[in-house]
């Protein structure tokens, strides 16, 4: 199992300024495919309602594209595909002491 953070957040022309955590789980999941893995999501709200952080757990396959690859392309698909989720944008979570995104974590 791998988990992955990212952060979803509204830009200016946003179609929906906010959005809660529960909206943006069930969009993601509606979104889904098989491809992508997904076994769990959790979403909270971000230093502001126009933010959403997401940790999104995905079965471990050794062959297939890096979890991180794999949890950007379903939330880019649920941008591009849901009328809600217009005019967002999803990267990976931060580090607040760092500039570097975290790394998955990969679960026993």
């Not at 906010?18 to 999941?29: C, K, Q, R």
């Not at 991180?68 to 944008?89: E, N, P, V």
Request: charged share 20%; glycine share 4%.
């Amino acid at each position: 199992m791998n988990v992955v953070l990212l952060h979803l957040s509204s830009g200016p022309a946003a179609r929906t300024r906010t959005l809660s955590p529960e909206m943006a789980v069930d969009i993601l999941w509606a979104t889904a495919v098989p491809d992508d893995r997904l076994e769990h999501i959790r979403a909270r709200y971000g230093p502001t309602p126009e933010h959403i952080a997401v940790a999104m757990f995905l079965h471990e396959d050794a062959t297939g594209p890096p979890p991180m690859d794999t949890a950007l392309g379903l939330c880019h698909r649920a941008i591009s595909t849901s009328q809600t989720f217009l005019g967002w944008t999803a990267e990976p979570l931060v580090d607040p002491l760092e500039t570097t995104p975290y790394q998955h974590w990969k679960t026993p």
